[in-house]
């Protein structure tokens, strides 16, 4: 560091260009693994989540599977970080937020807020693991 890096570092407040953006990057959250081999359900609302490798998820709201074999399946990505928005072709987005918890725990369930834009109706909802049949 040189004197015209003290110099812009008082007039600056103390702030160098070394330390520029580092507090900024927090790295992303990556906790948010979901199971492959079944489907999330919420008992009573007929709501089904399935998620693929590639961060690729489904969304089901009539109790069937989920999937990209559906007619006009209702689909998105999710994130590490818990989110995600599923949508059917020229529909409004239905956006997830995963309530954060241990990443073991989530193999066999989580909580989540689901907001509807079609109807405007956020739930928190507690979707329980089902594995498929072999």
């Known amino acids: 560091m040189g004197i ?8 600056s407040g103390g702030k160098t260009t070394e330390d520029d953006g580092l507090d900024a990057e927090a ?3 990556t ?3 979901p199971r492959y081999d079944g489907c999330y359900q919420v008992a009573g609302a007929g709501i089904v989540l399935r998620f ?4 690729r998820a489904f969304e089901s709201t009539d109790g ?7 007619q006009n399946p209702c689909r998105g990505e999710y ?7 599923v949508q059917r072709q020229f529909e409004r987005i239905v956006s997830y937020i995963v ?13 989540a807020n ?5 109807t405007r109706v956020a739930a928190d909802l507690q979707f329980v693991f089902k594995p498929d049949a072999d």
Do not use: M, S
Not at 4 to 9: A, E, F, Q, T
Not at 79 to 85: C, D, M, Q, S
Not at 114 to 118: G, I, K, S, V
């Open 31 to 33: 906790w948010f693994q």
């Open 99 to 111: 309530h954060e918890a241990d990443p073991i725990a989530i193999r066999d369930g989580f909580e």
């Open 27 to 29: 790295p992303e959250p």
């Open 52 to 55: 693929l490798p590639g961060g």
């Open 79 to 85: 994130t590490a970080a818990g989110r995600f928005n």
């Open 4 to 11: 015209r890096d003290v110099l812009r570092g008082l007039r």
């Open 64 to 70: 069937d599977d989920p999937g990209p074999q559906q």
């Open 114 to 118: 689901r907001f509807d834009a079609a």
